[in-house]
């Protein structure tokens, strides 16, 4: 999977994990939801570029591997 592609399926994951939370926690009140749920998709696009870009995934990868001692 090239780059682009691969930072567009990752901010894609990124958004709809960020709803799902955002719903769950936060009460339902639109304004509020907004609130808390704006700034994390403002974020989204910079946590993509890391984990793509930067090797985030590799280095997540490291820390959460079971195969590595």
């Given at each position: ?15 709809a994990v960020v709803f799902v ?45 079971p195969d590595e001692e």
């Amino acid at each position: 999977m090239g780059n682009f592609r691969a930072f567009v399926v990752t901010l894609l994951a990124l958004d709809a994990v960020v709803f799902v939370v955002g719903s769950v926690v936060a009460p339902p009140d639109p304004f509020t939801q907004l609130l808390l749920v704006g700034p994390a998709l403002l974020l989204a696009p910079a946590i993509a570029w890391w984990l793509v870009y930067r090797d985030g995934f590799a280095r997540l990868q490291g820390v959460v591997d079971p195969d590595e001692e």
